[in-house]
């Protein structure tokens, strides 16, 4: 059974750099694509970006470049970073697999999600 | 970026109904249309990708159909853990984006 689990501060202050991990089990993290998720309160979901088996990624432009996925198959885990955060950044993050059927962009298992708030 | 608009926002119904919710795309994303179902303080739930085709797992009384811009995401015979929020996704072109979601709530 695959199991993933977000881990990372709760709080961060502006301008920072938010660090979240995402634990893998139950599949190696080098079979499939990744992707990160958010949801501010009350906010439809936010597509961040996808990481391929390769390391190739693709983002969502609205981050303009400030963020960043990557695979640690030491680890069996994949993260993200996301700099220079303002309160527009509070969610809960999500990380998610990527089911490649009809395409590569459907996200069939995620795990609990991490809640960033980024204050002072 | 191509907009995805859910209606209703929010729909009260009973359990036995049969709900019907839509989504619309801003332009063509062929069968690239998924759906999701969130309960409160719940992760995502995948229900159906491929615009119809059902997620390994899922109750067969939910089914979706549409293709170009339209779709539609219906549920036969409401039951209790069936109260949530649905998203639609398109899964077409990137940025991916995501309806507003649809809160379907006990009458």
């Known amino acids: 059974q695959l199991q993933l689990q977000e881990s990372g501060p709760g709080l961060v202050k502006p301008s920072e750099t938010l660090s979240l991990t995402c634990a893998v089990s139950?599949?190696?993290?080098?079979?499939?694509?990744w992707t990160w998720i958010r949801q501010p309160a009350g906010k439809r979901l936010e597509w961040i970006g996808r990481?391929?088996?390769?390391?190739?990624?693709n983002y969502n432009p609205s981050f303009r470049g400030r963020a960043t996925m990557s695979l640690d198959t030491s680890k069996n885990q994949v993260s993200l970073k996301l700099t220079s955060v303002t309160a527009a950044d509070t969610a809960i993050y999500y990380c998610?697999?990527?089911?490649?059927?009809?395409?590569?962009?459907?996200?069939?298992?995620w795990g609990q999600g991490s809640l960033v708030t980024v204050s002072s | 970026d191509i907009q995805m608009t859910q209606s209703p926002s929010s729909l009260s119904a009973s359990v036995g109904d049969r709900v019907t919710i839509t989504c619309r795309a801003t332009?063509?994303?062929?069968?690239?249309l998924n759906w999701y179902q969130q309960k409160p303080g719940k992760v995502p739930n995948l229900l159906i990708y491929?615009?119809?085709k059902l997620q390994s797992g899922v109750p067969s009384r939910f089914s979706g159909r549409g293709s170009g811009t339209d779709f539609t995401l219906t549920i036969s015979g409401l039951q209790p853990e069936d109260f949530a929020t649905y998203y639609c996704?398109?899964?077409?072109?990137?940025?991916?984006?995501f309806g507003q979601g649809t809160r379907l709530e006990i009458k």
């Open positions: 139950g599949a190696s993290v080098s079979t499939y694509f």
């Open positions: 491929g615009a119809s």
């Open positions: 998610a697999r990527i089911l490649c059927d009809t395409d590569c962009f459907t996200f069939d298992y």
């Open positions: 990481l391929e088996t390769n390391e190739l990624t």
């Open positions: 996704q398109q899964s077409s072109v990137t940025p991916i984006t």
């Open positions: 332009e063509s994303i062929s069968s690239y």
